[in-house]
Structure formats: structure tokens, C-alpha cells
């Protein structure tokens, strides 16, 4: 016997709330799940008045349905915002390239601009290679991290006030819960603000912060929205998956679990004496970071240096591998300057290879390189000196190739001295690399914790959700 609709409009129900349990036709639904997310907008002063606003886009069911309820809520209330789509493009090889062709299709059937920035351009690195790299086991840390910062950089480019990203309300509460299970007290204090963002950065806001994962689903199978819903190919099988999971088993219990967790969450207060991060600029660069050099760069340095561990784990690990590699470096450095200085030798007396004793250059060298033995009479007198110059550049630019295999520049030349030879000397080595900024590379040793994506920046595709793709910006 079919059920009447709750709001009495005289239509049958068609479909029963998640959120609330009542019987519902299509339309009352509709009014009812758009009405809501435009009270979350108000009430939380998301957005003002010919604002720009950035939905950050990846194709999936959160950020489709996003777009398509901001759109109508400024058409209906007369938001006056300048809607546009900002997507990120990781460069997953059978997952991005596709679920980017359903984000096009957004942008035509909403009619809003899009901006599509890839890993590749940012950062000089596709998901593809950095797993091909790293395995893929902390390959969503990587994703994650320079995610969060892609789209801070989309936005400074498109010029908007904020970002809009698609975060339901299942999501926030499996955040509040992660947080709880591990004790990270920084996150858990700011997992449920619905406007984050400190000064200097362009904030981000939540619109779908109360609005059930399940609804979501239904708002977009009802309105027959066009959404991507393919797993990441890398999808891993994260920690949130198991607080996923355990929300879900609470939710079949009892549905308002995740409304009480978020309220648990929000109303949670963090002792004083919990010390939490301050945010400054990352040295490198510029944007806003915890640490003195920010986790996208560690993460980065990393990849270029060949050690894509760097940024994974504890920060003491990281130190220890800088190290190791710094003095590698320096000790292969040193060894192929040495047989550039042998060859050099011979190349510049006419001794050759004999041994040098007058006034000729080669002596200088003679002299600095104590393995070079003087005895001989077969000298150039100096006669070469038109040659060694020639030498000299030829031997430089050698130099030059070598400091750039080994990722150094140039140091500053120093005419007194033989720049061969003071190459050799550790002291001036050293600087060769302080060229590279070596020095300004820091991991902070206040941080040591385990190195965790925040967990806002990290793709629910790494959760395993079930029927839907879960990509959250
Ligand atoms: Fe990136 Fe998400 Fe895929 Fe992980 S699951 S690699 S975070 S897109
Ligand atoms: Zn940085």
C-alpha cells in the first residue's frame, strides 16, 4: 500500500531519508536535501555576496552533486557568487583521465569555468611514476599532500575568495574518529570546522559538512546527475577504510551516529597545555606549512634525490637519510674530481706524467695535490700556459657536468686558486652543495610523529568505499 509523503504535499513517498527515516517523494526530497545545505551556507557564512568560488572537482558523486546543488541555491537565493570547477589532475593512468572527461561534462551541463592542473606541470611527477618510485604502499600520502597544495595553487590562480570541497558528513565523522582512535589532538580540534584556512591562504569550506554520504548518492540517482564512481587504481586499503567501516556497522544501529559524532567532535575542547602547531611559510616554496620547509617539498626533494622515503615516517629517519646521502655525494664528489685532477696533470705538462718542478702551472697543482711527486728536468718551463688556460676551461666545463650530475651547482669562482684543486679541499666541497640550498633543507625535529597526510586532504578513494567513488578534495 503506497505511503503518503510526510510534508503532506498529497504526493506518494518514494524513498525513505537516511538522515531522518521519513517518507519522502522525489520532489519534497529534493527541496528538503537543497534547503538544508543552503542553511549550512548561511548559517555558517560560507560564502559573501560576488564572491569567486572554486568547487574543487574530481568527477565523483560528492563534488558533482556539489556543483550542481551550489548552482541552483545561487540561482534560487540570489547568492550572486561566480561559480567555477577546479580540478587536479594526478596523472593515474585508467582512473584521473576518465573521471576528468565526467568533470568536463560537468562544466558544460553547469556552465562554469574549469581549471585543470596536473601533478606533471606542478611538481614534474605523474601518481603514475611516483608509484612506479615508491611502491604503493605510501602512495596516497604523496597524492595527498600535493593535492592540498595543487588546489591551493589553482585557486591563488584563478583568483577566488575560497575553496568549496565536497566533504559529507561521513566523512567527517570517520575523521573525528580517526582522530580520536590515534590521538591527534591538532587535527581533531580543526577535522570539523566547516571554513579552514589560516591568514595568508584562500579558506576552504564544507557545504555538505551535515549531508549524509547516503543522500548524496540518492540526490544523484534521482536527478540522473553524470559522476565518476571507479576506484582509484592505487586505492590502498588506509586506516580510514577500518573507521569507515565501523561507522557504517554504527550507522545500521543507529543513524544519527554521525550527526553525534560530528557534534562530538565540534563541541570537543583541546586542553591549554596541548601544544599545536603554528603555521608559518614554507622556505621553498612559500606556501603555508607547519614546518619550516613544507611536506609537499620533503616529499619532492625525495623523488628528485632517488630517496621517495624521505618524507615517509619519523622525521629523525628523514635526518638520517639526508645525511647518508649528503656524504655519499661528497665522497663520489671528491673521487671523480680526484681523477679529473690526474688527468688534468698529465693533459697540461709536458713532463707528462713525469714530474713538474719549475714555474709551470702544473706546479700550483703539484703542490696542493701532495700526491703528485716532483723530480724531473722533462718540464715546460711554464711554456704552456696558453695551453693550460684552454685546459683549464676544457677541465672546467668537465667540472661543471660533473656538479651537475650530482645535482650541485657551480661554486663561485675564486681566481687566486686553482679551481680544480680547491674543489678538492672538503671545506670547499661543502659549500658546492650549500649551493643546492642543502643546508635549508631542515625536517623539523620538534615532529616526531609519524608523518600523516591530513587526513582533509586525503583521498577517500583510499578508503575502499563501496559503490561509489569517494573523492574528497
Ligand atoms: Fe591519490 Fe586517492 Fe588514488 Fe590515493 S586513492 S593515489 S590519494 S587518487
Ligand atoms: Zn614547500
Not at 622515503?309 to 680526484?338: C, D, F, P, T, V
Request: charged share 30%; net charge neutral.
Amino acid at each position: 500500500m503506497p505511503v503518503p509523503c510526510r510534508t503532506g504535499c498529497g504526493k506518494n513517498a518514494m524513498l525513505k531519508r537516511p538522515k531522518t527515516g521519513d517518507a519522502l517523494c522525489k520532489e519534497c526530497f529534493f527541496w528538503a536535501f537543497e534547503t538544508e545545505i543552503h542553511f549550512t551556507i548561511t548559517k555558517g557564512e560560507l560564502f559573501k555576496k560576488g564572491d569567486s568560488v572554486a568547487v574543487a572537482a574530481s568527477g565523483g558523486k560528492d563534488s558533482t552533486v556539489l556543483a550542481h546543488v551550489l548552482k541552483t541555491l545561487n540561482e534560487r537565493y540570489n547568492y550572486g557568487l561566480n561559480l567555477m570547477l577546479l580540478s587536479i589532475d594526478e596523472g593515474i593512468t585508467g582512473y584521473r583521465d576518465d573521471s576528468l572527461e565526467t568533470v568536463k561534462q560537468n562544466r558544460d551541463d553547469y556552465e562554469m569555468a574549469l581549471k585543470i592542473l596536473s601533478y606533471k606541470e606542478l611538481y614534474g611527477w605523474t601518481m603514475d611514476e611516483i608509484v612506479a618510485q615508491i611502491g604503493r604502499k605510501n602512495n596516497c600520502t604523496f597524492c595527498g599532500v600535493f593535492r592540498r597544495q595543487a588546489l591551493d595553487r589553482g585557486a591563488a590562480m584563478l583568483n577566488v575568495k575560497c575553496i568549496a570541497t565536497g566533504h559529507n558528513a561521513d566523512d567527517i565523522a570517520e575523521t573525528v574518529l580517526m582522530n580520536v582512535l590515534r590521538g591527534d589532538i591538532a587535527r581533531l580540534k580543526r577535522c570539523t570546522a566547516i571554513s579552514t584556512g589560516s591568514e595568508g591562504t584562500i579558506p576552504r569550506v564544507k557545504p555538505l559538512k551535515y549531508t549524509y554520504e547516503k543522500e548524496i548518492v540518492m540526490y544523484a540517482h534521482y536527478k540522473k546527475l553524470v559522476y565518476f564512481s571507479t576506484e582509484c587504481v592505487f586505492a590502498p586499503n588506509a586506516y580510514r577504510g577500518h573507521a569507515r567501516a565501523l561507522l557504517k556497522d554504527m550507522e545500521k544501529i543507529r543513524p544519527t551516529c554521525i550527526m553525534d559524532i560530528i557534534y562530538s567532535g565540534e563541541t570537543m575542547e583541546v586542553k591549554e597545555a596541548v601544544s599545536l602547531p603554528s603555521q608559518r611559510v614554507c622556505i621553498r616554496c612559500n606556501f603555508v606549512s607547519s614546518q619550516e620547509v613544507c611536506k609537499a617539498c620533503v616529499l619532492l626533494e625525495g623523488l628528485n634525490k632517488g630517496l621517495p622515503k624521505l618524507g615517509i615516517g619519523k622525521s629523525s629517519k628523514a635526518k638520517r637519510m639526508l645525511e647518508e646521502y649528503n656524504a655519499k655525494q661528497h665522497k663520489s664528489l671528491e673521487e671523480a674530481i680526484k681523477d679529473i685532477n690526474e688527468e688534468y696533470e698529465k693533459n697540461n705538462c709536458i713532463s707528462k706524467g713525469k714530474v713538474c718542478r719549475s714555474s709551470c702551472k702544473s706546479k700550483q697543482t703539484a703542490q696542493i695535490n701532495k700526491t703528485h711527486k716532483t723530480t724531473s728536468e722533462t718540464c715546460c718551463n711554464g711554456q704552456s700556459d696558453e695551453k693550460l688556460n684552454t685546459d683549464n676551461d676544457i677541465t672546467n666545463s668537465k667540472v661543471k657536468v660533473l656538479l651537475k650530475e650530482y645535482g650541485l651547482s657551480e661554486p663561485a669562482q675564486d681566481d687566486s686558486s686553482n679551481l680544480i684543486a680547491v674543489k678538492i679541499d672538503h671545506s670547499n666541497t661543502e659549500k658546492v652543495g650549500n649551493a643546492t640550498n642543502d643546508d635549508d633543507f631542515e625536517v623539523d625535529s620538534h615532529n616526531t610523529d609519524e608523518q600523516i597526510v591530513d587526513e582533509d586532504d586525503t583521498c577517500g578513494g583510499a578508503c575502499g568505499k563501496i559503490d561509489s567513488l569517494h573523492i574528497s578534495f
